[in-house]
């Protein structure tokens, strides 16, 4: 079963306009790698990617018929989405041990959400072959 493991923060949320210290940066690079690294080894990594912080969002709404882009978040929160991890784990304990050597949790919360299985003929697999609307 794939579960994203939903990586929050406060720095993502509230991001510094100075650039992090390089050596609290290398550390925690360095612990996500190795992270990676174990996911990949046991065979659960699916992907998995860093955001650009929040201040390069853009959110879009559509309220009565009308399309609305705003920059920035869509909501006003404490901890901010840094970033994911894909993993196929064999079950949610799985995730959970995962999620709970992810470097994240030590400084933020990591949202772990299961990945719904839609059926083959829901939608292809890639946009191959796939018709534009007309």
């Known amino acids: 079963?794939?579960?994203?493991?939903?990586?929050?923060?406060?720095?993502?949320?509230?991001?510094?306009?100075?650039?992090?210290?390089?050596?609290?940066?290398?550390?925690?690079?360095?612990?996500?790698?190795?992270?990676?690294?174990?996911?990949?080894?046991?065979?659960?990594?699916?992907?998995?990617?860093?955001?650009?912080?929040?201040?390069?969002?853009?959110?879009?709404?559509?309220?009565?018929?009308?399309?609305?882009?705003t920059d920035g978040p869509f909501a006003e929160t404490k901890e901010g989405l840094g970033g994911y991890y894909l993993l196929d784990c064999r079950d949610l304990d799985e995730a959970l041990e995962f999620a709970a050597k992810c470097p994240g949790a030590r400084f933020g919360t990591i949202e772990v959400r299961p990945i719904w299985e839609l059926p083959a003929d829901y939608a292809p697999a890639s946009a191959e072959g796939v018709a534009a609307p007309a």
């Open 1 to 69: 079963m794939q579960y994203l493991l939903l990586i929050y923060d406060e720095n993502s949320a509230n991001p510094s306009p100075e650039p992090p210290d390089p050596a609290v940066w290398a550390e925690v690079m360095a612990a996500y790698r190795a992270f990676t690294a174990e996911a990949i080894a046991r065979g659960v990594y699916k992907g998995g990617e860093a955001l650009q912080p929040v201040t390069a969002a853009t959110s879009v709404r559509i309220r009565d018929g009308r399309t609305l882009v």
